[in-house]
């Protein structure tokens, strides 16, 4: 503690370092735009406008972001930037949909988005996220979505057009705490809940705890 407090006050300068823009506030891809977002778990000091970030990130769907309101760094999420997640092909949008990636133009009809697309609720080990999905159309193929949730790592919470997933990474958090620490699942949502919005964890919707206990009682 000794040698800490020698140094408290350069500690706290470089903590309150990472308030400020980096790369002048210019985005570090496209080194044209305003840097805006960040990236709270990706390592190092990092600074994108919209559209290089959602092109960073579209194999990073549970990384925390924030924007600069003018002010200060402010919450968001990848969904309100623009994220679309494609099923079925590695990430990549899906040929026979039809509709150009986020930020190439117009996402086509509206009743071609309400039939590929769904706004799901996703449970990680980092928080819970909120995600478009846009479905997997390829004709001859099993286009059943919990399928598609499946193959792409995500327990779904029902069968029929689900609205809710887990990841499997969540799913083996949770029995790892079930046998070390014997939490209950209500109590590890809670935690969840919490690394999601600290501040207002009650504004986090609680979601199916039944399959976290499902998976759990499958081990066995």
């Not at 370092?17 to 002048?24: K, L, R």
Request: hydrophobic share 35%; proline share 4%; with cysteine.
């Amino acid at each position: 503690m000794e040698e800490y407090l020698i140094h408290r006050d350069l500690y706290l300068d470089v903590i309150l370092d990472f308030e400020n823009f980096v790369q002048a506030g210019i985005c570090e891809t496209c080194q044209s735009a305003e840097g805006t977002l960040r990236c709270l778990t990706c390592a190092g000091d990092h600074s994108w406008c919209r559209g290089c970030l959602i092109q960073s990130h579209q194999w990073l769907p549970f990384h925390k972001i924030q924007f600069w309101n003018g002010k200060c760094f402010q919450d968001t999420n990848l969904i309100d930037q623009g994220f679309i997640w494609y099923l079925g092909h590695g990430g990549r949008q899906c040929p026979c949909s039809g509709i150009p990636q986020p930020w190439g133009g117009s996402h086509g009809s509206a009743d071609a988005e309400t039939t590929h697309s769904s706004t799901l609720v996703i449970v990680h080990s980092s928080g819970v996220f909120k995600h478009k999905i846009w479905w997997c159309q390829c004709p001859g193929l099993d286009c059943d979505w919990h399928i598609q949730l499946l193959k792409a790592g995500l327990f779904p919470a029902s069968i029929m057009r689900p609205s809710t997933a887990f990841t499997f990474e969540v799913l083996d958090h949770f029995l790892i705490d079930a046998l070390e620490c014997k939490t209950s699942a209500m109590s590890f949502f809670q935690k969840i809940r919490r690394l999601t919005d600290n501040a207002f964890p009650d504004s986090i919707p609680v979601s199916d705890i039944r399959f976290l206990q499902l998976r759990h009682f499958s081990k066995y």
